[in-house]
């Protein structure tokens, strides 16, 4: 009997924290989220909350603060330090109720960052390691204490959960623990630890092999015809129309539906203060079978679905573009629809189209994370560096040439190769590649390209009366060689969408 009834306590303790009935709650307890080694934001207020006997009031002391609160009938409570500045020397978060208290050590403040997506962000520093010997010696130098993961991995819900266990809880970045942490987050947050000196923890919530809909807020699928047919199939469970849906996803179990890792993931620490949000995602939306029209509108739901959620509608939200290891017909039309979806205000894309591999899952994440870092170093830390590579403006056609104006053409332009690790390297005696031209029925044809100081013009011996123009519009395409001179690649890019005329697979009955 002595050993069933301390399982039987925890039974019950996981139905009250994860149901959130409770009558009374006599143990107290912090959320999920808050344990030792956790890294709190700077320069926000920062919500504290947990459980406690219905009525009693709770006293929060870090810092040199000191806030209470007073815990509901259904035993939570919550109560907000005033914001804090940065420190990297570990403190710790006292709470004290009656005769009962706990603390959380050794916590840092300094910028926290979400980092979310499918399995080209869960990729972890160990899987990189074992095919980039750079990678090996990353981990060995990897003793940076002010660097916290912090991996979030429930299971889907139906329903948005009050909080998360605390499982293993933050991890002190180290040679012995790296390897497990995802290696584009990690570069991430080096270069940002490098750069702006504070601390910098990652709340890791990515899964591989889902597509956008289970982390898009249910409240978001309203902004959309497609978004709001997927949540009601999705309601019903229904994974086959879902499938057959114009626009939709193979879905291919529960963890695909719309909302559900959102739930489960997200939804029980929206009110954990951070500093913004990397994204890595988009292969399960244009794989085998899957649709992928639509989903610059459900990169939209997503972003302001979550800024919504956490209550920042400024929240930075920095996401990568597919890479040019391709592996299906679909991949080419869900690049140009991520282009398309980083019109949103405070956003960035990260072109990937220059990082060649044999695998859908390229090993290099150094350039991923760091361009990540651009981003957010230059617009969000107000640094002098370039973001982004040339990214698409618009194309003035007149007669047999159309010229092509970008943004993001820091220096100039330039014909560039990039092999492997190294940093692009100038070849101007090479031609520009990828360029093709469209008639008015959308049939395209190869062209010619140059460079004109900050603007590129194509032309096509086949096509005196050209209608639009595109730029690496492929599944895998090779050796794309268009840089501003920074060294950041352009990205792929179609003048008119209209005309790309994407077919897919129609689902088997």
Not at 151 to 156: A, I, P, T
Request: glycine residues 8%; neutral net charge; contains cysteine.
């Amino acid at each position: 009997m002595k050993r069933i009834l301390p399982n039987l306590a925890i039974t019950l303790l996981t139905l009250i924290v994860f149901t959130g009935h409770s009558e009374s709650f006599a143990a107290l307890r912090l959320s999920g989220i808050f344990s030792d080694h956790m890294i709190l934001q700077r320069d926000r207020s920062v919500t504290v909350w947990g459980l406690a006997e219905a009525g009693q009031q709770i006293t929060i002391r870090f810092a040199g603060q000191s806030v209470t609160a007073t815990a509901e009938d259904n035993g939570n409570w919550h109560a907000r330090l005033t914001p804090l500045e940065w420190n990297a020397n570990g403190r710790a978060i006292v709470v004290q109720s009656g005769d009962a208290s706990l603390s959380i050590n050794d916590v840092l403040v300094g910028d926290v960052w979400h980092a979310s997506g499918q399995s080209n962000m869960a990729m972890t520093m160990g899987a990189v390691s074992r095919k980039l010997e750079s990678a090996k010696q990353d981990i060995k130098a990897a003793a940076l204490a002010s660097i916290r993961f912090r991996r979030v991995k429930e299971d889907e819900s139906r329903k948005p959960m009050n909080d998360i266990p605390e499982g293993t809880g933050w991890t002190v970045c180290s040679a012995d623990t790296v390897a497990g942490f995802s290696a584009a987050a990690f570069y991430f947050a080096r270069i940002l630890h490098r750069e702006v000196g504070v601390p910098v923890g990652i709340i890791d919530s990515s899964r591989g092999g889902t597509p956008i809909e289970p982390f898009i807020p249910r409240e978001a699928f309203t902004s959309h015809p497609t978004l709001r047919r997927e949540l009601e199939l999705g309601d019903l469970e229904d994974l086959t129309g879902i499938w057959k849906l114009p626009g939709g996803v193979r879905a291919r179990d529960t963890n695909w539906l719309p909302g559900r890792l959102f739930h489960s993931r997200i939804a029980p620490i929206t009110r954990f203060a951070v500093r913004g949000v990397i994204w890595y995602q988009g292969e399960s939306n244009c794989g085998d079978g899957e649709d992928p029209r639509d989903y610059r509108h459900k990169m939209r739901a997503l972003i302001n679905g979550w800024r919504s959620a956490i209550g920042e509608e400024r929240l930075p939200f920095y996401f990568v573009q597919l890479p040019g290891s391709g592996a299906g017909v679909g991949w080419p039309y869900l690049r140009e629809q991520q282009r398309l979806s980083a019109d949103q205000p405070h956003s960035g894309m990260v072109v990937t189209i220059d990082l060649l591999d044999d695998d859908i899952h390229p090993v290099n994440k150094m350039d991923v994370g760091e361009r990540l870092g651009r981003w957010a170093l230059a617009v969000e830390y107000g640094m002098d560096i370039a973001p982004s590579g040339p990214l698409f403006l618009q194309a003035d056609i007149r007669g047999e040439t159309v010229t092509v104006h970008f943004s993001h053409t820091e220096g100039g332009l330039m014909i560039a190769t990039k092999t492997g690790l190294a940093d692009p390297k100038e070849t101007p005696q090479k031609e520009l590649s990828h360029f093709e031209l469209a008639d008015r029925t959308g049939r395209w044809h190869p062209a010619q390209a140059v460079i004109r100081g900050k603007t590129v013009a194509v032309r096509s011996k086949d096509l005196p009366k050209p209608a639009a123009v595109r730029y690496a519009y492929a599944v895998n395409p090779q050796n794309c060689n268009l840089y501003n001179r920074v060294g950041l690649p352009a990205s792929p890019f179609c003048s008119n969408p209209d005309l790309l005329r994407y077919k897919p697979e129609i689902p088997a009955k």
